[in-house]
C-alpha cells in the first residue's frame, strides 16, 4: 500500500486526497489490508459458502 | 456531600421514594460535584439551573405522594450523542457543535418516563470512533485514579461522571465496546445489551450494524434497575427487536449456583497484562467461591475478530460521513478524519466478507454457549494509558497500535450481536482499575446482570473510590 494507489482509489471513491494525507492513509490502510484480505480469504471456504452477511441479527430463540 | 453521592443508584431511589431523600439536596450535591471535577472534561455541558428546577418539581410531587417512576428525582448523565431535544447534541465533534435535536431520543423519553433528571451531557471520543476520549474539541477526557490517564472511550465522560459520583447512573453508546471499555478503566459496572434490545432512534450512529445504548453505573443491581427502564421494542427504530423484556432487578437474587462460565481456549487469558492476568484468575476462584464452575470452550475463527471489526467500523461510519468529509474535513479531528478516510477507501468484498465472517463467528460462539451460560474474559487486555499514547505495550517492549490492541475482547460480542457486561475485578499495581467481561446468550441480560451482582457481592472492588474524589 502506497500513496499513490491510495490517491486513484481516492478518485475512484470521489474523495479529494492530497499528497500528505495519501501518505498517512497508506500508513493505515498498509496495516489493515493485509489482514481484511486474510480473512476474506478465510471467508472464501467452502464449509462457509452457506453464510450470508450478518448486516442484521433476528431474534435467536436460546 | 459525600454520603449523599456515595449511595448507590438503588439506594437512592429507595429513599426518594421512601421521602427520606431530597431530589432537590441530590442534585445540588451533583452539581457541586460535577464543578469540582471539571478538569477530568467528563461533561460537556450541564443542565444546571433547569435540572434544579426539574429536582424541585420532583421533590414536590414525592412529598403530595406521587412517584413518576423508579427514577424519581435521580440526576442521569447522559453521552454527547443521543439527543436531548432543544439542547445541543455535538456527538464530540464540532460537526455538530450548533446541532440541536427536535426531539429526544427513545431512551430520553423512557428515562423521562421514569422520572429520572437530565443532569448534563457527556464527553466522548469524536462521533464515537475511538477508545480514548482524547478529543480534540472539547479537552480530553481524564482517569480520575490517574489523571495523567485516559478513561477509554467512547463513552469516556459517562465512565469518569460515574465514578466520581458526578451523576447517580449514566448512559454510554456500544459499538465495538465504547460502554464496556470506560466501565473497566473507570472501574464502574457497564452493560452492552444484545442488539435491538434498546432503542437506537435518536442517538447519532457510528456502526448501525453494531451500535446499542448501554447503561453505565456504580453497581450491577443499578445496571439492572436503569436496563429495565430502557429495555424494550421501539416502532421508531427499525432495528429495534420484538423480545419479551425480563424481570432484570428480581433476577439478580437468584445467584451463579450451577452456572457454568465458559472460558475460550487460546483467547480468555491469552495475551495480557500480567495484572491483568491475575486479577481474571482470581474472579474466576471468586465466582467458583459463590457456585459457579469454569469450562473450557473453543470459539475456532476467533483470530479474525480485530480485523473484521475494523473494516465494519470504518466502512460503516464512512459511509455516514459521506457528505461531511467532503464539505467540511477540517471539522473533524485528525485522528477521526484519517480513520474515515481510510474507510471509504476499503472494499465492500472486503466489508461484506467481514459481514459473513460475523455470522460465522456468531454460529461458532452460540456453540460455545450451550456448553457454558456466560463467557467469561477481560475487559481489556491492559489498564489505563497515558494521555495521547497511541500504541500499548502488553507484552514489554513490543508496542501494539491502540485500537486494535484495545478491541482485543470487546469485538467478539460487538460482532455477534451479543450482550456483554463489564464488572471491576482488581487494580493493578499503579492502582489503576481492571475490568472482567461476562458475555451472555442473546437476550439472557438477566443471566449477566446476576452473575455481575454475586461477583459484587463476593468482592468489593465496585466500591473503591477514585483519589480524586476520595
Keep these: 500500500m502506497n500513496a499513490d494507489a491510495v490517491t486513484a482509489a481516492a478518485v475512484l471513491a470521489g474523495l479529494p486526497l492530497g499528497e500528505d494525507r495519501a501518505a498517512a492513509v497508506a500508513d493505515l490502510l498498509g496495516a489493515w489490508v493485509p489482514a481484511a484480505n486474510a480473512l476474506s480469504a478465510r471467508m472464501q471456504a467452502e464449509e462457509v459458502r452457506d453464510l450470508a452477511p450478518a448486516t442484521v441479527f433476528g431474534p435467536v430463540v436460546p | 456531600m459525600s454520603e449523599l453521592l456515595d449511595r448507590t443508584l438503588t439506594d437512592s431511589a429507595d429513599l426518594v421514594?421512601?421521602?427520606?431523600?431530597?431530589?432537590?439536596?441530590?442534585?445540588?450535591?451533583?452539581?457541586?460535584?460535577?464543578?469540582?471535577?471539571?478538569?477530568?472534561?467528563?461533561?460537556?455541558?450541564?443542565?444546571?439551573?433547569?435540572?434544579?428546577?426539574?429536582?424541585?418539581?420532583?421533590?414536590?410531587?414525592?412529598?403530595?405522594?406521587?412517584?413518576?417512576?423508579?427514577?424519581?428525582?435521580?440526576?442521569?448523565?447522559?453521552?454527547?450523542?443521543?439527543?436531548?431535544?432543544g439542547e445541543v447534541t455535538t456527538a464530540g465533534s464540532r460537526v455538530l457543535a450548533d446541532h440541536r435535536p427536535a426531539a429526544d431520543a427513545t431512551v430520553v423519553r423512557r428515562l423521562r418516563a421514569a422520572g429520572a433528571i437530565v443532569v448534563g451531557k457527556t464527553n466522548m471520543h469524536e462521533f464515537a470512533w475511538g477508545g480514548t476520549s482524547a478529543n480534540p474539541h472539547y479537552g480530553f477526557v481524564t482517569n480520575p485514579w490517574d489523571t495523567s490517564r485516559m478513561p477509554g472511550g467512547s463513552s469516556g465522560g459517562s465512565g469518569v461522571a460515574v465514578a466520581t459520583r458526578a451523576c447517580a447512573a449514566a448512559l454510554g453508546t456500544d459499538t465495538g465496546g465504547s460502554?464496556?471499555?470506560?466501565?473497566?478503566?473507570?472501574?464502574?459496572?457497564?452493560?452492552?445489551?444484545?442488539?435491538?434490545?434498546?432503542s437506537n432512534a435518536g442517538v447519532v450512529p457510528l456502526a448501525w450494524s453494531m451500535d446499542t445504548v448501554g447503561p453505565m453505573a456504580r453497581t450491577a443491581a443499578d445496571c439492572a434497575l436503569l436496563f429495565s427502564v430502557l429495555a424494550g421494542p421501539d416502532p421508531d427504530d427499525a432495528g429495534s427487536?420484538?423480545?419479551?423484556?425480563?424481570?432484570?432487578?428480581?433476577?439478580?437474587?437468584?445467584?451463579?449456583?450451577?452456572?457454568?462460565?465458559?472460558?475460550?481456549?487460546?483467547?480468555?487469558?491469552?495475551?495480557?497484562?500480567?495484572?491483568?492476568?491475575?486479577?481474571?484468575?482470581?474472579?474466576?476462584?471468586?465466582?467458583?467461591?459463590?457456585?459457579?464452575?469454569?469450562?473450557?470452550?473453543?470459539?475456532?475463527?476467533?483470530?479474525?475478530n480485530i480485523s473484521a471489526q475494523l473494516t465494519v467500523e470504518a466502512a460503516e461510519p464512512s459511509t455516514y460521513h459521506q457528505r461531511w468529509l467532503r464539505e467540511r474535513p477540517d471539522d473533524y479531528g485528525e485522528d477521526?478524519?484519517?480513520?474515515?478516510?481510510?474507510?471509504?477507501?476499503?472494499?465492500?468484498?472486503?466489508?461484506?466478507?467481514?459481514?459473513?465472517?460475523?455470522?460465522?463467528?456468531?454460529?461458532?460462539?452460540?456453540?460455545?454457549?450451550?456448553?457454558?451460560?456466560?463467557?467469561?474474559?477481560?475487559?481489556?487486555?491492559?489498564?489505563?494509558?497515558?494521555?495521547?499514547?497511541?500504541?500499548?505495550?502488553?507484552?514489554?517492549?513490543?508496542?501494539?497500535?491502540?485500537?486494535?490492541?484495545?478491541?482485543?475482547?470487546?469485538?467478539?460480542?460487538?460482532?455477534?450481536?451479543?450482550?456483554?457486561?463489564?464488572?471491576?475485578?482488581?487494580?493493578?499495581?499503579?492502582?489503576?482499575?481492571?475490568?472482567?467481561?461476562?458475555?451472555?446468550?442473546?437476550?439472557?441480560?438477566?443471566?449477566?446482570?446476576?452473575?455481575?451482582?454475586?461477583?459484587?457481592?463476593?468482592?468489593?472492588?465496585?466500591?473503591?473510590?477514585?483519589?480524586?474524589?476520595?
Design chain 2, 17 to 85: 421514594a421512601a421521602r427520606e431523600l431530597s431530589p432537590v439536596a441530590l442534585m445540588e450535591a451533583t452539581l457541586e460535584r460535577i464543578a469540582a471535577i471539571e478538569g477530568t472534561h467528563a461533561y460537556i455541558s450541564v443542565a444546571g439551573e433547569q435540572a434544579l428546577e426539574v429536582a424541585r418539581a420532583s421533590k414536590t410531587m414525592i412529598d403530595a405522594g406521587h412517584r413518576i417512576g423508579p427514577l424519581h428525582g435521580l440526576p442521569i448523565a447522559l453521552k454527547d450523542n443521543i439527543d436531548v431535544a
Design chain 2, 179 to 198: 460502554v464496556r471499555l470506560p466501565s473497566a478503566l473507570n472501574g464502574v459496572t457497564g452493560l452492552r445489551p444484545t442488539i435491538g434490545r434498546v
Design chain 2, 241 to 304: 427487536v420484538e423480545h419479551p423484556v425480563a424481570d432484570y432487578v428480581g433476577a439478580l437474587a437468584r445467584g451463579v449456583d450451577g452456572i457454568r462460565l465458559g472460558v475460550i481456549e487460546g483467547y480468555s487469558l491469552h495475551h495480557l497484562q500480567p495484572a491483568v492476568d491475575k486479577a481474571v484468575r482470581e474472579a474466576l476462584g471468586v465466582f467458583a467461591s459463590v457456585g459457579a464452575r469454569a469450562v473450557d470452550v473453543a470459539v475456532d475463527d476467533i483470530e479474525g
Design chain 2, 336 to 470: 477521526v478524519r484519517l480513520l474515515l478516510e481510510a474507510g471509504e477507501l476499503l472494499l465492500a468484498t472486503q466489508y461484506l466478507q467481514a459481514q459473513r465472517y460475523r455470522a460465522l463467528l456468531r454460529r461458532q460462539t452460540l456453540a460455545a454457549l450451550a456448553h457454558a451460560e456466560v463467557l467469561v474474559c477481560p475487559t481489556l487486555p491492559f489498564t489505563a494509558t497515558p494521555l495521547g499514547e497511541v500504541t500499548v505495550e502488553i507484552d514489554p517492549g513490543a508496542p501494539e497500535d491502540m485500537l486494535s490492541a484495545i478491541m482485543q475482547f470487546t469485538g467478539l460480542p460487538s460482532l455477534t450481536g451479543l450482550p456483554a457486561i463489564s464488572v471491576p475485578c482488581g487494580f493493578d499495581p499503579d492502582g489503576l482499575p481492571i475490568g472482567l467481561q461476562l458475555i451472555g446468550r442473546p437476550f439472557e441480560e438477566a443471566t449477566l446482570l446476576r452473575a455481575a451482582a454475586a461477583f459484587q457481592g463476593a468482592t468489593a472492588f465496585h466500591e473503591q473510590v477514585p483519589p480524586l474524589v476520595g
